[in-house]
């Protein structure tokens, strides 16, 4: 029996997490402060977003592709370094970023669109934005599933150029994927239209309780972080 042990990869992601947020909260208030000052701004919530994507995007994406590669069935791997070095070795370091501009692509609106709905339904759930775990819940999950839908298609083609799946690649394609362009032209001679939401359902399914929780975790975090600093402040 395999012992559990700590996965890096996860603890890699923690962190990352948690500065995607940190610098989501950071852009938010001064993006909103230079449109809307004194208000809530949807653009700047849209655009501290994005931003935040790009950059979490640069440091997880080659964690994406080892992470996918490893979970393909009859996957030859069995450790994270093995993957690394076969990578490496067979593919040079450009693959671990074969799919980076359709990542962009598709987490840049998905988070636009998650963030956006998040912050929407907040003011008409939780209007006084007090710390209100059912409205965080709520919103969490909603956001997740509208976003998820909205970006199935991108999805797909990103996952096939992660993994090289080569049940797609038969005779018909040769060489390996490359780009977004590439990647739907593929899964449309694959499967047509109805192919770019293949999984649909499963990625909605998958998104809207781990929204949920995220957000739920986060704004509990944030809520008593900033209780004990007034509690700090007022006894100084």
């Given at each position: 029996m395999q012992s559990l042990q700590p996965d890096p990869a996860a603890r890699y992601r923690n962190?990352?997490?948690?500065?995607?947020?940190?610098?989501?909260e950071k852009l938010k208030k001064t993006l909103s402060d230079i449109i809307h000052p004194g208000?809530?701004?949807?653009?700047?919530?849209?655009?501290?977003?994005?931003?935040?994507?790009?950059?979490?995007?640069?440091?997880?994406?080659?964690?994406?592709?080892?992470?996918?590669?490893?979970?393909?069935?009859?996957s030859p791997y069995h450790r994270v370094t093995d993957c690394v070095r076969a990578v490496w070795q067979n593919e040079g370091a450009g693959a671990f970023?074969?799919?980076?501009?359709?990542?962009?692509?598709?987490?840049?609106p998905f988070q636009a669109i998650h963030f956006m709905t998040y912050e929407f339904l907040q003011e008409h759930f939780n209007p006084q934005r007090r710390y209100n775990p059912s409205s965080h819940v709520l919103s969490g999950a909603c956001a997740g599933a509208v976003a998820a839908a909205a970006t199935t298609p991108l999805d797909v083609c990103k996952t096939l150029l992660n993994t090289q799946e080569s049940?797609?690649?038969?005779?018909?394609?040769?060489?390996?994927?490359?780009?977004?362009?590439?990647?739907?032209?593929?899964?449309?001679?694959?499967?047509?239209?109805?192919?770019?939401?293949?999984?649909?359902?499963a990625r909605v399914i998958y998104q809207i309780p781990s929204t949920a929780i995220a957000w739920s975790v986060y704004e509990f975090f944030k809520y008593l972080i900033t209780k004990r600093q007034e509690e700090w402040r007022a006894g100084k």
């Open positions: 962190v990352l997490e948690a500065l995607y947020f940190a610098c989501y208000g809530n701004s949807h653009i700047a919530n849209g655009a501290a977003g994005c931003v935040a994507t790009l950059l979490h995007d640069a440091a997880m994406n080659p964690a994406e592709v080892v992470k996918q590669r490893m979970q393909m069935y009859n970023y074969r799919s980076y501009t359709t990542q962009l692509a598709m987490n840049v049940l797609a690649l038969n005779s018909n394609f040769t060489g390996h994927i490359t780009g977004m362009a590439s990647a739907f032209r593929t899964v449309y001679q694959v499967g047509g239209v109805t192919a770019y939401f293949r999984g649909v359902q």
